[in-house]
C-alpha cells in the first residue's frame, strides 16, 4: 500500500501571472523547484491565501531565478497577478517512507518569490 504524502510546501509565493489561454499546468521558478525538491510534471495542490481557492495541476519548470509562479488554463480565472498562494507538493510513498520523513521541505520566499529561508525534511537517524 501506498499513501500520499506533502513532501514540499512553497509558503505564501506570489502569482506572477494567470493564462487562461494556455493548456493548463502551474509554472514554477526552477530554483523553488530544486529547493523544494519538486520536479515538472509532478502534482501539486495550490490554496489562493486571497479566496480559499484550491486546485491541483502539475509542474511545469519556469526559467531559473526570474520568480514565475504562472496559473496557466482554467485556473486563470481563480487566480490573479499578486494572489498568495500555497503550493504542496505530492508523492506516494510507502507508510514506512511516509514515517521516516518528518514532514515536508518547506520554502519561505518573499513578495518577489525569492527564497528567504529552506527548512529542509528533518529524517530521523
Not at 61 to 78: C, F, Q, S, T, V
Amino acid at each position: 500500500m501506498l499513501v500520499n504524502v506533502c513532501i514540499a510546501k512553497l509558503h505564501r509565493a506570489t502569482v506572477t501571472g494567470a493564462d487562461l489561454n494556455y493548456v493548463g499546468s502551474i509554472t514554477i521558478d526552477e530554483v523553488l523547484l530544486e529547493q523544494a525538491g519538486l520536479v515538472p510534471g509532478q502534482l501539486v495542490q495550490i490554496t489562493n491565501v486571497s479566496n480559499a481557492v484550491l486546485w491541483r495541476t502539475y509542474i511545469l519548470a519556469g526559467e531559473k531565478g526570474k520568480g514565475d509562479i504562472i496559473l496557466n488554463g482554467p485556473p486563470a480565472r481563480l487566480f490573479q497577478k499578486g494572489d498568495k498562494v500555497v503550493i504542496l507538493g505530492e508523492a506516494w510513498v510507502t507508510p514506512e517512507e511516509a514515517k521516516n520523513m518528518g514532514g515536508p521541505t518547506v520554502v519561505f520566499v518573499d513578495d518577489k518569490n525569492q527564497i528567504t529561508e529552506v527548512k529542509k525534511r528533518w529524517r530521523p537517524e
